[in-house]
């Protein structure tokens, strides 16, 4: 009788069957509840201790007391604008539209008055968590004659077997094939980006040429032809990689209202939607225990090292890239440190003309990315602080000359290094070709300072030098003076 029924329902007009749309990852490419988690936990990361006490007294209780407590900014969330045009659609042919959702009803109505075309909201109100059998009970007792139900993940089964029709979400070939024995399907909406591109690009796999400079020790130590340092090397290579990857992960969920806010930020993946908070929550404790695994294989003093680094990017994420000027110098101390985990792979004497000269050159790049950012910051008209740091539209002459002077620095190190150790070097057989490298490095500094004075360089310069040509060709040059210097002597 009930299929009878259901099939009765199915052949009506499909206006006469209500729409009802989940929250999380349907209408929006985020979730309240761990958008809401992430902003508790800024105010102060112990909060944690709170949110596990709540649980105590259930899910709908924690969404509640977490939606009353921040300030979420409803209007730079995501919108799945392809479920949210088709919903428009509807609505504008009169079909009744609603929101089912088991985020709290203080965000759902809130997210609905964005919208406009929400007709009613049923949603989490701190007692009844309103997710699977407790979404489909309530939307069939609602709805006596039927609905249509959209969602995107495999809790939502129950609720497409109490709807007429169903409307899938981003679903993985899994839920497709679930979702279509439970019933009709009126639309689906296939996933645009998948979920292996995101997280990659999360990962921001291009930063790990960052990490050559892993390379530089076991090269001026003299260790380039010992297959041993090598392999230590690039073992603490992929170690470091990892550890970065998972603290850029920690940085862009520590920053995600920033960054919506940001001109070229926002389309990163946890910002965007397009990366599921919750995927990037897993993998940043994986991709520690993975880094830190390779690296005790490597020796205690490299799980020290990365230790380092990783308080040394944790801090910085979480408070000192908000202090100005400071942010820069850690951002150079954070260059320097991959030097030092180097120094301890290949095990070869320090050398402080190489860290001081890193100092400043990385010091003077970190100085040209807030330049950049600050730059377009004006551009945009915009009045009062940076949004996530703390420079001023007035900064920006402090920032190109500290920047600039800093580079100057960087290129007179370099010689000085050159004439107080380089050149006392048994391993170099024409040293003499090194006096090419400092101006080569002055000419690069001034076209990245040059760029960035005319707000044409990419936020960070390092992904510049990696696209931009006459960069290429000036650092293909110093690798070749450099090669010469080495064995260009035994070749005469």
């Known amino acids: 009788m009930e299929d009878i029924q259901r099939l009765q329902r199915s052949a009506e007009p499909e206006l006469q069957l209500p729409l009802i749309l989940d929250l999380d990852h349907t209408l929006i490419r985020t979730d309240c509840f761990f958008e809401a988690l992430i902003l508790f936990l800024k105010l102060n990361p112990l909060n944690l201790f709170v949110v596990f006490y709540w649980l105590f007294r259930g899910r709908a209780y924690v969404k509640q007391q977490l939606a009353i407590r921040v300030d979420l900014k409803i209007d730079d969330l995501p919108l799945n604008e392809d479920v949210v045009a088709y919903a428009r659609a509807e609505a504008g042919k009169g079909r009744d539209v609603h929101m089912a959702t088991a985020a709290d009803e203080v965000l759902a109505i809130a997210v609905a008055s964005r919208l406009g075309f929400v007709n009613e909201v049923h949603a989490s109100n701190g007692k009844i968590n309103l997710k699977s059998g407790n979404k489909a009970s309530y939307l069939e007792q609602r709805f006596p004659d039927g609905f249509a139900y959209a969602g995107d993940s495999i809790s939502d089964l129950p609720v497409f077997k109490s709807a007429v029709r169903s409307l899938i979400v981003h679903p993985s070939d899994s839920l497709s094939q679930k979702a279509m024995r439970c019933g009709e399907i009126e639309k689906t909406f296939a996933r645009p ?27 001026l130590g003299g260790q380039a032809l010992n297959p041993e340092a090598w392999a230590s090397a690039v073992l603490g ?34 910002a965007s939607g397009k990366l599921k908070i919750a995927h990037a929550m897993l993998a940043i404790p994986l991709g520690f225990a993975l880094s830190f695994a390779i690296a005790a294989a490597l020796g205690p003093f490299v799980v020290l090292g990365l230790f380092a680094y990783l308080v040394t990017t944790v801090a910085y994420s979480f ?32 050398s402080p003309w190489l860290f001081v000269f890193s100092m400043y050159l990385f010091l003077s790049l970190s100085l040209a990315k807030r330049h950049t950012e600050l730059g377009r910051h004006v551009e945009a008209g915009t009045n009062g602080e940076m949004s996530g740091r703390g420079y001023r539209n007035r900064d920006l002459p402090v920032l190109l000359a500290l920047g600039s002077a800093s580079g100057l620095a960087a290129t007179l190190v370099m010689v000085l290094y050159l004439t107080n150790e380089a050149f006392n070097a048994n391993f170099y057989s024409a040293s003499v070709l090194l006096w090419g490298m400092p101006p080569i490095l002055f000419l690069w500094l001034g076209r990245v300072w040059l760029k960035c004075q005319r707000l044409e360089l990419n936020d960070d310069p390092v992904v510049f030098a990696l696209k931009d040509k006459q960069s290429l060709a000036l650092g293909g040059i110093l690798a070749i003076l450099f090669l010469f210097a080495w064995f260009g002597g035994y070749l005469i």
């Open 193 to 219: 980006d998948g979920f292996f591109r995101p997280l990659l690009k999360s990962l921001r796999l291009h930063q790990w040429a960052k990490n050559t400079l892993l390379f530089v020790p076991l090269i």
């Open 319 to 350: 408070y000192l890239k908000r202090v100005p000027l400071l942010d820069t110098a850690v951002l150079a101390v954070l260059f320097t440190m991959r030097l030092g985990v180097g120094v301890t792979l290949v095990d070869v004497p320090p």
């Open 237 to 270: 290579f992929v170690a470091l990689g990892i550890l970065a990857s998972s603290t850029y992960l920690l940085n862009d969920l520590w920053d995600l209202e920033a960054d919506r806010q940001h001109w070229s930020k926002k389309a990163r993946p946890l």
